[in-house]
């Protein structure tokens, strides 16, 4: 999958206050609410300067350093006007069902690369589950934000849903605990990328659910909303099953001894 320069970059989906999270796998995942009176004894975070951007033989440098650690083929290339493409991998960790056209089938590489949207051939629409930790790679420019990388995956598995409800995070490892970070929309990942060198455990990049703390029920229409009752109404009588077989054996076991 390609996400090229077509795709508008003036994209912004999301609210500006939406905040950045820490989490660990240890932890629960929340939104920060922010204190009207500071607490004694903690420290004020003080908005840093941003950095200067580097210079064209700055990246060219980072380029060469990283292309000498990559172990395949997915090397960094320099263009002539200082951008530069490479490749990321996004891992797929969707706990909820997401809503696609039914009935259409997958995409091919022809409707790629004319752009064909199949989601508008048909208003007819279902949920399913995307397999869990399943890896996608992309291949982007450094001047494709975040934004432009979730809208890229949702295109590629024809996922209707409003892009609000996903984010994008960078995953980190430190001191034997995982650490995620939800990424803001204008970032850039393949700068992340290059920054931190093609290693994934150093830094990995994970589509996840948009949690803000509470569920935004009228972001659903009516149709995604039955669905999820469906799906429940499921998940609920293959659990009762499940239970229900379980006292059944060990009445059978009881039966036998006695």
Known sequence: MTIGSSMSSGYC????????????AKTSFFRSTPNKVPAK???QTVEEEKPEPPTI????EKIEKYNAKVTNCLLMKLNDDGTYTGFIKVHLKLCRPVTVPAGIRPQSIYDALKEVNLADMTDKRTSFYLPLDAIKQLHISSTTTVSEV???????????????KFALFKEMRKDGQVLFQKLPLTEYPLYLRLLAGPDTDVLSFVLKENETGEVE???F?????QNFLMILDKEEKDKIQQVQRKYEKFKQRLQQTL
Not at 14 to 23: A, M, P
Not at 57 to 60: A, L, R
């Open 13 to 24: 989906s999301l609210d500006e206050d939406l905040e950045d999270c820490f989490f660990t």
């Open 41 to 43: 004894n903690v420290t």
């Open 221 to 225: 229409s009516i149709p995604e909303l």
């Open 57 to 60: 033989q700055e990246i060219k």
């Open 150 to 164: 979730i809208q890229g995956l949702l295109k590629k598995f024809m996922v209707v849903d409003n892009p609000q």
């Open 217 to 219: 029920w009228d972001a």
